[in-house]
C-alpha cells in the first residue's frame, strides 16, 4: 500500500509539475520574443547617425544579442527542484531566474541565497527545509519527479503528498551515458561541492579533488555563481577559464552558457599569447629547466642584451661633417629610457629621440646653427641617415618576443650570456635549431619576453588616451594590496584597466588583447602548470582571486606541483585556502578501488576516495600476445553493443606507439584513440587500457587513463602488469 501511495503521489506529481513547467517555458518563450523585437528595431535603424548614437545602439545590439544566447542556453532542464518551507511556501529552482510582467517571481536561479537549501538541507538539518522536490525532464516533458522528505510530520500536518523518495536524481545522472561533451551538475549538486561553489571569493581556492570528484564541474558552476553575484565587479574584468586541452575546451564549452553566463573567457595557455603555435614535444629535462622561475631572469637578461653600447666612438659623415657616437652617449640614453619604465620595443622610440638630438647638437654647434627652423632641418639630416639609423637599431634593437627566443636558443654566445646562473649542462639542454617549432614550455617564456618587450614599432595602434593619474594611483593601491612579485606595474595596470568598446562583448575585448587582466581567474588541472605558467597567469589577475583545481596524484609534467603548499606559499603567501571533494560521483567502486592501490604501490600522493557507485562486472583483464589487436576487438564489441542500444562512448588509451595500428584496426567504429595525456579531465563509458606497464612508465600517466571510464575498465596487455594492479 504504501508504494501504491507513493506511486499515485508521483502520478499527480506529474501533472501538477507540468502546468508550473509549461508555465515557466511560456514566459521564457515571451522574454525571447520580446528580446528578439527589440534587437530587429534597433537593426532597422541602420548605422545613420552621430557615432555617439551608434555607439549607444551598438551597446544596446550587443546587450540584446547576449540576453537572447542567455535565454536559448537554458532551454534544456529549465527548472530541475522544488522546495517545500515550513511556513507553506513553495518555491521554484532552476537554471536562471524568472518573473512575471509584474515581477513576481516564476523559478529562482540556483545562485541565488534562496535555493542554496536545496543542495545543503539535510535530514539531521533541515532547517525551514520540509520538503526537496527533483523534477526530471526531457525537452519541456516532466517525466519523473522525486522527493527528498527531511521532514515527515510536517509535510504531512500540511496535507502534502510526497513521490518516492531516495537518491534516484543523483544516480540517474552519474549512470546517463556518455556523449562527448560535459554536462552540468547544477541538479544534483551535493554538499560538499556546494561548499566550494558558493566559498567566498577573494585569493585563492585550490580544490584537491581525486578522479572523478566533480572538481571540473564544481569550477565552473563556481565561475558562474561568482559571476552572478559579483557581477559588478567582474562584468567589466570577465572571468578567464583555463583548460589543459583544446580536446578539454571543446568537451566543456557550453556547460557555463547552459548555466546562464556567456562572458567568461575559456583557452590554454598557449591561447593567451596570439600567434602561438605549438606543434612540437621536447624532452621532459629541457622542459623542466623551462618550468623554472629563473627563467624569466633569462629572458630579461637576454632583453637586455638587445640594449648594446658599442665598443669604442664611431664617426659619421652627415653632409660632409663629420659626428660622433659616444659610447657614453649611448650608456646615458640607454639609462634615460629604461627610467622611464616603459617596455624594450616601446622604449626604443626615447632612446632613438634622445641619441638623434644629441648628433644634431653636434652638427648645430659645427655650422652655427641657432635658429628652430635649421635644427628642425639638421634633425632631419640626422634621421633619415642611413648609417645613423643602424648604428640607433644596433644600440638599441627592436625584436618580437618569437626572435628573440629562436636566437637565444640557437646561439651559444647569447644562452652563455643571458643563462650565465645555470650550470653548462642545463644550458645545453636548451639549444636547439632555431627553424625548431615552439613547444608547450616556451609558452610561458614567450608570454615574459612579450612582457618585456611590448609591441613593435607599427605593429599595434596604441591608446591615444593614456590612464590618469588617479587610475594610475588605483593600481598601485591594488598592488601595493595583493603585492606585484614584479610581475606587473602600476602603470601597466592602469592602462589594462582603462578603455574598451561597445561593440564587443568583454570576452571578445579580452581574447583580442593580451594585456587584458580578468576579475578572476579558474584553472583546471593546475597541478600540471610549472611556476613559470603561474607567473604568465598573475599577471592576468593582480588581485590573486582564483579558482584552482586540481590532484597532485594525477601531476604528469615533470615542472608540475606535487604538494600543494610548495606552489601555493610563494605565490599567494597566506591569501589560499585548500579544500578537498571526497566522493567520486563518476567511477565504479571497483574501478576506483584498483586505480588507488595502484597509486600506492606507486608511491603517487593520493588520499582517500569514497565511490558513489557500485557497479557489476566494471573491471576487466586480457592477456594477448598481440595486445594491438586484442584491444581493438574489445573496444569494437564495446562499440556495437553500444550502437544497438542506448549509445555510450568507447575509448581506447595506448602508449603514441601504437596509435597508428590502432586507428587501422578501429577505422569505421566511433571509439577515439588517446595518450593518457590527451585523455586527461575527459570521460567515457568504457576505457580500454593498452600495455598499462608502459604507460606507468610515468605513474601519474597511468593514474590518469585508469580512471576515466564511468562504467567498465578493460586492461589490455602482453607485458605483466605493474605492481599494485590486480583486477
Not at 537549501?117 to 519541456?140: D, K, M
Not at 646561439?411 to 636547439?432: C, G, I, S, V
Amino acid at each position: 500500500m504504501a508504494n501504491e501511495r507513493g506511486l499515485t503521489a508521483e502520478r499527480s506529481g506529474l501533472t501538477a509539475e507540468q502546468e508550473v513547467v509549461d508555465g515557466l517555458y511560456t514566459r521564457l518563450d515571451e522574454l525571447r520574443d520580446e528580446a528578439g523585437d527589440r534587437l530587429a528595431a534597433i537593426r532597422k535603424e541602420g548605422p545613420s547617425g552621430s557615432p555617439q548614437n551608434r555607439s549607444e545602439r551598438d551597446a544596446f545590439a550587443t546587450l540584446y544579442e547576449d540576453r537572447i544566447a542567455q535565454l536559448d542556453a537554458v532551454e534544456d532542464r529549465l527548472c530541475f527542484g522544488r522546495l517545500d518551507l515550513r511556513d507553506g511556501e513553495r518555491f521554484y529552482v532552476g537554471r536562471i531566474g524568472l518573473s512575471d510582467g509584474e515581477h513576481v517571481p516564476l523559478l529562482t536561479d540556483w545562485r541565488a541565497p534562496a535555493a542554496r537549501a536545496f543542495y545543503s538541507a539535510t535530514a539531521a538539518s533541515p532547517g525551514e527545509v520540509v520538503n526537496r522536490r527533483h523534477l526530471t525532464t526531457q525537452g519541456r516533458r516532466v517525466t519523473a519527479v522525486e522527493d527528498d522528505v527531511l521532514d515527515v510530520d510536517a509535510l504531512r500536518a500540511m496535507g502534502a503528498d510526497a513521490a518516492l523518495a531516495g537518491e534516484g536524481a543523483l544516480l540517474a545522472a552519474l549512470g546517463a551515458r556518455r556523449t562527448g561533451r560535459m554536462g552540468d551538475i547544477v541538479a544534483t549538486i551535493q554538499a560538499e561541492q556546494d561548499a566550494v561553489i558558493r566559498a567566498p571569493m577573494q585569493g585563492a581556492l585550490v580544490v584537491q579533488g581525486g578522479p572523478g570528484s566533480g572538481k571540473t564541474a564544481v569550477a565552473l558552476h563556481r565561475a558562474a555563481y561568482l559571476l552572478y553575484h559579483h557581477r559588478e565587479q567582474l562584468e567589466s574584468r570577465g572571468v578567464l577559464l583555463i583548460g589543459p586541452s583544446k580536446t578539454f575546451l571543446r568537451y566543456i564549452d557550453h556547460v557555463l552558457p547552459s548555466l546562464g553566463e556567456t562572458g567568461a573567457v575559456s583557452t590554454t595557455l598557449a591561447g593567451l599569447v596570439p600567434g602561438a603555435n605549438i606543434t612540437a614535444v621536447e624532452p621532459d629535462e629541457s622542459a623542466e629547466v623551462k618550468g623554472r622561475t629563473v627563467m624569466s631572469d633569462v629572458v630579461k637578461a637576454a632583453v637586455r642584451e638587445r640594449q648594446r653600447v658599442p665598443r669604442a666612438d664611431r664617426e659619421i659623415r652627415i653632409d660632409g661633417r663629420t659626428v660622433v657616437i659616444k659610447r657614453g652617449d649611448v650608456k646615458d640614453a640607454q639609462a634615460r629610457a629604461r627610467r622611464e619604465g616603459r617596455p624594450h620595443n616601446e622604449a626604443r622610440a626615447s632612446f632613438a629621440k634622445d641619441m638623434i638630438g644629441r648628433l644634431t647638437r653636434q652638427l648645430a654647434e659645427q655650422i652655427e646653427a641657432y635658429s628652430d627652423e635649421d635644427r628642425h632641418e639638421l634633425e632631419r639630416d640626422v634621421r633619415d641617415d642611413r648609417n645613423v639609423r643602424i648604428a640607433i637599431n644596433l644600440s638599441w634593437l627592436p625584436i618580437s618576443p618569437e626572435q628573440l627566443l629562436r636566437d637565444l636558443f640557437s646561439k651559444p654566445h647569447l644562452l652563455d650570456h643571458a643563462a650565465r646562473m645555470l650550470p653548462q649542462d642545463e644550458r645545453d639542454l636548451l639549444l636547439r635549431p632555431a627553424s625548431a617549432p615552439f613547444t608547450e614550455a616556451d609558452i610561458p617564456l614567450l608570454d615574459e619576453a612579450a612582457e618585456l618587450l611590448g609591441d613593435l614599432p607599427g605593429s599595434r595602434a596604441r591608446r591615444a588616451d593614456g590612464p590618469s593619474a588617479e587610475e594610475i594611483q588605483y593600481a598601485k593601491d591594488v598592488l601595493d594590496t595583493f603585492g606585484d612579485g614584479g610581475v606587473v606595474t602600476a602603470e601597466d595596470l592602469a592602462a589594462r584597466m582603462k578603455g574598451g568598446t561597445a561593440r564587443l562583448s568583454v570576452a571578445e575585448r579580452a581574447r583580442g588583447d593580451r594585456t587584458w587582466t580578468y576579475g578572476h581567474v579558474v584553472v583546471d588541472e593546475a597541478q600540471e602548470l610549472s611556476p613559470m605558467a603561474w607567473r604568465m597567469l598573475l599577471r592576468r589577475c593582480p588581485t590573486r582571486s582564483f579558482t584552482i583545481v586540481g590532484d597532485v596524484a594525477q601531476t604528469t609534467s615533470v615542472a608540475g606541483t606535487r604538494w600543494w603548499p610548495e606552489t601555493m606559499d610563494p605565490l599567494f603567501q597566506t591569501s589560499w585556502e585548500l579544500r578537498e571533494l571526497t566522493v567520486s560521483y563518476r567511477i565504479p567502486a571497483a574501478v576506483a578501488a584498483a586505480a588507488q592501490a595502484y597509486a600506492r604501490a606507486a608511491r603517487l600522493p593520493v588520499s582517500d576516495l569514497r565511490a558513489a557507485r557500485e557497479l557489476d562486472d566494471a573491471t576487466a583483464a586480457t592477456r594477448a600476445d598481440d595486445a594491438v589487436a586484442a584491444a581493438a576487438r574489445v573496444a569494437r564489441a564495446h562499440d556495437r553493443g553500444f550502437a544497438t542500444g542506448e549509445g555510450g562512448l568507447v575509448a581506447v588509451i595506448a602508449p603514441p606507439r601504437l596509435h597508428h595500428e590502432l586507428r587501422s584496426l578501429l577505422q569505421g567504429s566511433a571509439v577515439e584513440v588517446y595518450t593518457a595525456r590527451e585523455s586527461k579531465g575527459l570521460e567515457f563509458d568504457v576505457a580500454v587500457v593498452v600495455e598499462p606497464a608502459e604507460i606507468g612508465e610515468r605513474p601519474g600517466d597511468l593514474y590518469v587513463a585508469l580512471t576515466r571510464p564511468t562504467r567498465r575498465l578493460e586492461l589490455v596487455h602482453a607485458a605483466p602488469l605493474p605492481r599494485g594492479l590486480a583486477l
